[in-house]
């Protein structure tokens, strides 16, 4: 099984010139290989579009005066098809070459991009948005397990979680920039020779852009690596796959391991979410920052992930990775030093030390549920089954933080009890980590190799 594994994994190699022989010692040395470039160019130029997507889309919610709390159902309404199709989507991902998923994922996503720019509302645009990247998550992590040694899993999250946050950080700041009147009057000012096209507006000229970035990122898909692995015909009932869903689901929330990274996992993701919106909401009143300049903290956040990311990648083994758990209850505590910040100076550094903590404790996280995942029930369908955990999580936290801005809440309760929820259950996940521990000792059978 391993020998054949390794085969499927190492075959695309072939196609740069590299033998099987000079791919083992690749192996052997923790190298990927050439396609595991690839795929993050291809995850990172979808990234940078949904991320620029998003500030562009929360320009065009305010430029039609919508009410304030229109903005966090944004993530409400892109994160909705991965819960309602968390059934289909693992299916759909494990049913075809996960470069192929990839690419008619973004053409999804091009088309809810289209029609923003048509004049579609911006929720029910962004909402066929998420159902282009609900389709694509399974696949985009999903390829990891089968194109690379689980060994090297850990270090392959660091660089995909790493360079997805490097696209936050340049998502933001692109659509902060583009929605500049000085910047937006300049690229509007531009004309093509001979050409007449028909974007007169800084919204359209914002959401061209943002095309563009889907369309390069659908080319980088049509040459993510074929790993050889063999793919389960789809099957046509969906009472068939919701029950197959749910047995997935039952089966990783019963593994010992499975439970503990899938908790973490499922909370980061609902809390970093949130936070995008709070951190937006915070800048405007304590630090008296416009829409533009209060994206650009969101990129803050994101460099401290990646920091935090690219350490746990050189550092971390998949043995050492539940030992992190205590960093997010120490991010959730220092969450609340928020409530004290009123110079940028002193803002930007304990957002980076926010996100750094962030990015060293989901890493190793989210590596160990994809080994759990992919050992238990396959690729495709145990991302699918992370994504619905994770993308309820959205739905759930920031639906809270909805209602907390339509009571009119002051930003600092909401920071002050965004931190202490994220403390608390963390502290939780960690007790149930360590009962689960004095019955069976489950770590020590985890690879323990540094891949570095």
Not at 17 to 36: C, N
Not at 407 to 420: A, E
Request: charged content about 10%; proline content about 4%; some cysteine.
């Amino acid at each position: 099984m391993h020998n054949s594994r390794r085969a499927a994994s190492l075959a695309p190699l072939s196609k740069h010139g590299i033998t099987l022989d000079q791919s083992y010692k690749h192996e052997t040395r923790f190298t990927v290989p050439f396609g595991f470039y690839i795929i993050m160019a291809a995850q990172f130029f979808s990234a940078l579009a949904d991320n620029a997507l998003l500030i562009a889309a929360i320009a065009a919610l305010r430029e039609m005066q919508a009410p304030s709390e229109y903005e966090p159902l944004l993530k409400t309404f892109f994160t909705v098809s991965y819960v309602v199709l968390a059934a289909f989507v693992g299916a759909f991902a494990d049913s075809m070459p996960k470069g192929r998923v990839m690419f008619i994922s973004n053409l999804i996503k091009i088309t809810g991009c289209s029609m923003m720019f048509f004049g579609a509302h911006p929720l029910l645009a962004y909402a066929v948005v998420g159902l282009g990247a609900a389709a694509y998550s399974p696949a985009k992590y999903g390829i990891l397990t089968e194109y690379l040694p689980h060994r090297l899993l850990v270090v392959a999250n660091g660089w995909i979680e790493g360079l997805t946050v490097g696209a936050i950080i340049l998502g933001v700041v692109i659509g902060g920039t583009l929605i500049r009147p000085e910047i937006a009057q300049s690229l509007l000012a531009f004309d093509f020779p001979i050409i007449d096209t028909p974007i007169d507006t800084v919204g359209e000229m914002a959401l061209t852009i943002v095309g563009l970035l889907y369309i390069l990122a659908a080319v980088f898909n049509l040459y993510v690596p074929n790993t050889g692995v063999d793919h389960k015909q789809l099957k046509k009932n969906p009472l068939f796959l919701i029950h197959e869903f749910n047995h997935c689901l039952a089966l990783l929330w019963r593994d010992r391991l499975g439970q503990i990274s899938l908790a973490v996992t499922t909370l980061f993701w609902g809390a970093g979410a949130t936070l995008q919106f709070i951190v937006i909401k915070w800048a405007d009143v304590a630090l008296n920052l416009d829409l533009s300049k209060a994206s650009l903290l969101q990129g803050v956040v994101a460099v401290g992930v990646a920091i935090g990311a690219i350490v746990a990648a050189k550092f971390i083994t998949l043995r050492k990775s539940v030992r992190v758990i205590p960093l997010g209850i120490a991010m959730g505590l220092i969450v609340l030093v928020m409530n004290f910040v009123t110079s940028i100076w002193l803002a930007v550094p304990l957002l980076i030390l926010i996100g750094g903590l962030s990015g060293f404790f989901v890493v190793p996280m989210n590596a160990l549920l994809q080994h759990r995942g992919h050992i238990l029930m396959g690729a495709g369908h145990s991302i699918a089954v992370q994504n619905f955990n994770e993308n309820l999580s959205i739905l759930i936290m920031t639906g809270l933080y909805y209602l907390m801005v339509k009571m009119d809440l002051s930003i600092y309760w909401v920071v002050t009890l965004f931190g202490l929820f994220v403390s608390g259950l963390m502290y939780m996940i960690r007790l149930r980590h360590q009962a689960n521990q004095r019955e069976r000792d489950d770590v020590q059978h985890l690879d323990d190799t540094a891949a570095h």
